[in-house]
């Protein structure tokens, strides 16, 4: 994916710079000739003449600035594309690889129950890296389009964010109990879609590179002014402070691309941002009180307290049975 839109400023840049300086060397001209022509009557003119020039003058330092900017800014984009399609290149290539190998096994010598038990579950686990990479994709593109309007819903927060760290906890392969959850009750008007996707991302991330032995934990309440606050932790390495602001923005991920250890797109966070920004909340990237690891707050507004009469069984049954399976 490509920013559709980078080339309208540069090229309208350049046309407007054009154009100043020809009005400036027309200008210079003219300047020229009325001072070779020592006329009082054109004094006026002159110095009219002369301001212009000079406004225009620093209109092009101006726009020679701006386009300095947007030229830096069009190479880290190129960086971070080189960086996403690097990512791209080895998500698809490394599970298709490997189920190919599967494959030809299977096809080649007979396998005892137990091994072709595992070269099942190897596969399966190759096409879900597959899927989620391209759910990502289509996530990423989703955002490219105008927010669908009308489509609020009231949705249980706590719910959500239990639910999302059930689905991570089955996709790394981790008991139930792996993500520590104390979320309080609450109602958020939003698409439900996109709360999934927030909190589904930032626990898949905290999942991921948790350290030994993964400590994940995710807690959400509502504050006195409106606010819900959820914060989820984890003890990795950390994020440095100077990267804060960058991993953001789309593709950027930590390190050199082809030196990582953890599969991953670089959209993720990116995704996350957008659709909080989406819901008028806010986003930042804190230090854990103690240890090593990150936080990531994220701060929604609109929250009201709820009645946690209804168990998470109860609401979301196909949650329950695949946990059971």
Known sequence: MIERRSLKWPITL???MILLIVALTVG???????????????APLYWTLLSVGTLFLVLVLVGVVMYLALSVKAINLNQRQSNFI???????????????LCLQTMARRPLSPEQHEDFVRYMLEDVERLDNLINHLLDAARLEKTPQSGLLEEVRLDEVLQTCAAEVCLRHQRPMEAIDCRVEPCLISARHADLAMIFRNLLDNAAKYAGEPPDVSV????????????????????????????IFQRFVRLGMELERDKPGTGLGLHIVHTLVKRLGGQIRVQDPDTGSGTVFEVRLPGGRHVDSGSNLAERNPRLVSRAAD
């Not at 690097?86 to 190919?100: C, F, R, Y």
């Not at 504050?223 to 960058?246: E, H, K, L």
């Open 28 to 42: 210079w001209v003219l300047l020229a000739v009325f001072g070779a022509l020592q006329d009082q009557s054109f």
């Open 14 to 16: 350049g046309v407007i």
């Open 86 to 100: 690097d990512s791209v290149t080895h998500e698809l290539k490394s599970p298709i690889a490997s189920l190919k």
């Open 219 to 246: 807690t959400s309440h509502l504050a006195s002014d409106g606010w819900i606050v959820t914060r989820v932790t984890d003890n990795g390495r950390g994020v440095p402070r100077s990267m804060r602001d960058q």
